[in-house]
DNA sequence: GAGTTTTACGTAAACGTTTACGTAAAATGG
DNA sequence: CCATTTTACGTAAACGTTTACGTAAAACTC
């Protein structure tokens, strides 16, 4: 037997109103009564069921993350963010990884629902018109988190990835590369394929410097992807001297292959992550990369989404800065 | 305006009664009557309130994870399997990290009373008297993972520390290898901890090894506090062929430090982890680890969860085959 | 000290469901 | 065709809260 409100009241003689407005102190009752209320409270053991509050005040203080892939460390970081703030709010966190597969993020979206979620986090993936119109009719603030809508209204938190990759390859140019070798992830990835894929281009034609033959674009984000994309890389274009990689697991399977093929890293090679996840750190060497925020991204997507609860309006997106962090993966060209 | 069941009903001319029927398929009522209210049901878009639904069943459907830290490979593991099992069985999974924080993880059990989840996976982390007595209190089916507790009887799910430790050790021996060192984690750490370096122990006594000055216990599991713990073995113990580390990051910042020192892995040192995470296999050379079947794991600890939930009997502990997963850092000495 | 305001409550409806109970009509049995 | 069972519903209570409204007493006001 759980014990209520109800038991309370009783056994305090009073009405649950008043032990309501004392639980959740709104006004209206005598220092006596509460001294008493309280005992009672402790005495019995009486802890309100956050299911009868969200009945009628309508709010679950709970809301829902869609991700892609869970195991994957950036989204740990992004999760940690999220998880981080809203319990600053009082809410939890229901974690959905859709595993980037419409049939499983539709369920999701529909368990969300019937759980009266506050709010959306939608993370890393193509918000499509059959999700945003879902999500619009569960009329509930919606955040995206490292990805972009062009179609529809919805704010974003995340960095400028053409920017950034731009200064990635900036950055190699000005260590003195010239034929700098691209391993892009997936191109249809709207915001970790193309915009990269763009940035790279741009910075290298604003330096004058050929493309041909210098991207390759694999399949996915992973190592073996990276490992598989540089083999072809190294064929096409034997003579690269530097290869930005769309992502840190990417870059560690360029690392990876060169090491096979025996070449050094950064003496032969220099190779420049993305990310900067855990992993960067651990590579031998330790890997260059384009560092992201990611959990402080994570909790500026969690605050605007309950300041869409509170406030009730939309707010702005925010495009986070990002930086390059130097390790030991990039040598600098002697000059000849 | 959120549509309810009685706005079915009413446009259905029929009762609440009839429609929740309907919608639960309990039986009760004629077959026009179904596609009458189904009809009405799709025109209106009506999906029922979960909320509503838990206050009488008393389930939220809802469960809570407890695990120290999000962002570990082996965490993120564990929840994508748990994460799996409980979607089949529609709950949501409620993550809270701890940061093996006392103060935090009462604040979260306090959280998952309030919300009425339905049940607990505590992970990775003693189970202390307080927490305990707090659960118990919660009367909801509770179960560890990667845990044990000696004095309160709930079940697990892990595998057996000691034994897999036993098994690597004997591994690095019969590959040849007489002077073998230790790198342990946190020795408080009662699963990760102390019954990995009796594994060791054990297995180096039976071959009649020594093993003073052979184990190095560091402050944590991660990255830094191996590569802080190799300097120290390699110090007070310069002729170790072979380092067993008692996690796979713990065995990066082993290979990392023996790097820099130019001691070649397998050559001049092997080297084992513990945990096969995706890390092992990134690593230069790829690392060879005793592997757990970590969201196998997630899966099982969530069955049992519901299986307590659903027959309000207490299950069996279970314990997980480990194996050795061979790659490239394990050497075998020529015998001399 | 009469009139007004404030305080300190209690009553009861509401939130959106499920479900025990009741009942009229339909189906079945002999 | 009457008695009995079954079907197909409807009514209303219950789940554990919050809160609008009402009211008697206490506290002020001048």
Same mark, same amino acid.
């Given at each position: 037997?759980?014990?209520?409100?109800?038991?309370?009241?009783?056994?305090?003689?009073?009405?649950?109103?008043?032990?309501?407005?004392?639980?959740? =102190?709104?006004?209206?009752?005598?220092?006596?009564?509460?001294?008493?209320?309280?005992?009672?409270?402790?005495?019995?053991?009486?802890?309100? =069921?956050?299911? %009868?509050?969200?009945?009628?005040?309508?709010?679950?203080?709970?809301? *829902?993350?869609?991700?892609?892939?869970?195991?994957?460390?950036?989204?740990?970081?992004?999760?940690?963010?999220?998880?981080?703030?809203?319990?600053?709010?009082?809410?939890?966190?229901?974690?959905?990884?859709?595993?980037?597969?419409?049939?499983?993020?539709?369920?999701?979206?529909?368990?969300?629902? !019937?759980?009266?979620?506050? *709010?959306?986090?939608?993370?890393?993936?193509? @918000?499509?018109?059959?999700?945003?119109?879902?999500?619009?009719?569960?009329?509930?603030?919606?955040?995206?988190?490292?990805?972009?809508?062009?179609?529809?209204?919805?704010?974003?938190?995340?960095?400028?990835?053409?920017?950034?990759?731009?200064?990635?390859?900036?950055?190699?140019?000005?260590?003195?590369?010239?034929?700098?070798?691209?391993?892009?992830?997936?191109?249809?990835?709207?915001?970790?394929?193309?915009?990269?894929?763009?940035?790279?281009?741009? %910075?290298?034609?604003?330096?004058?410097?050929?493309?041909?033959? =210098?991207?390759?674009?694999?399949?996915?984000?992973?190592?073996?992807?990276?490992? !598989?994309?540089?083999?072809?890389?190294?064929?096409?274009?034997?003579?690269?001297?530097?290869?930005?990689?769309?992502?840190?697991?990417?870059?560690?399977?360029?690392?990876?292959?060169?090491?096979?093929?025996?070449?050094?890293?950064?003496?032969? @090679?220099?190779?420049? *992550?993305?990310? =900067?996840?855990? @992993? %960067?750190?651990?590579?031998?060497?330790?890997?260059?990369?384009? *560092?992201?925020?990611?959990?402080?991204?994570?909790?500026?997507?969690?605050?605007?989404?309950? !300041?869409?609860?509170?406030?009730?309006?939309?707010?702005?997106?925010?495009?986070?800065?990002?930086?390059?962090?130097?390790?030991?993966?990039?040598?600098?060209?002697?000059?000849?």
């Amino acid at each position: 037997m759980t014990i209520t409100i109800k038991d309370v009241a009783k056994k305090a003689n009073v009405s649950i109103a008043t032990v309501s407005r004392i639980v959740n =102190n709104k006004p209206g009752y005598s220092k006596e009564t509460e001294k008493k209320v309280l005992e009672v409270i402790e005495e019995l053991g009486y802890h309100p =069921n956050a299911i %009868a509050r969200g009945l009628i005040s309508k709010r679950s203080h709970t809301i *829902g993350v869609l991700v892609p892939k869970l195991s994957s460390m950036l989204m740990s970081e992004f999760i940690s963010g999220i998880e981080n703030i809203a319990h600053q709010f009082g809410s939890s966190v229901i974690i959905c990884h859709t595993e980037s597969n419409g049939k499983k993020t539709m369920q999701y979206l529909e368990l969300l629902r !019937e759980k009266q979620i506050d *709010g959306i986090i939608f993370s890393s993936e193509v @918000l499509t018109e059959e999700y945003y119109q879902f999500m619009k009719k569960m009329d509930v603030p919606i955040v995206l988190l490292s990805t972009v809508s062009f179609d529809y209204p919805v704010p974003y938190v995340r960095v400028d990835d053409q920017h950034a990759a731009y200064t990635a390859t900036e950055y190699l140019i000005k260590k003195g590369h010239r034929n700098i070798g691209m391993i892009s992830g997936t191109k249809e990835d709207v915001v970790a394929g193309q915009p990269r894929i763009d940035g790279f281009t741009q %910075a290298m034609d604003r330096n004058k410097l050929p493309v041909t033959n =210098n991207i390759v674009a694999a399949p996915g984000f992973g190592y073996e992807d990276g490992k !598989e994309a540089f083999k072809q890389l190294i064929t096409q274009n034997p003579d690269v001297t530097a290869v930005f990689a769309a992502s840190d697991e990417l870059a560690l399977g360029v690392i990876s292959t060169a090491y096979q093929m025996d070449i050094k890293i950064p003496d032969d @090679l220099s190779v420049i *992550g993305y990310d =900067n996840v855990s @992993l %960067a750190e651990m590579s031998i060497p330790p890997l260059t990369s384009v *560092g992201q925020p990611l959990s402080t991204m994570g909790e500026k997507a969690t605050e605007m989404i309950f !300041e869409m609860i509170n406030t009730n309006q939309s707010v702005e997106s925010r495009i986070f800065p990002h930086e390059i962090v130097e390790r030991q993966s990039v040598k600098e060209l002697k000059k000849e």
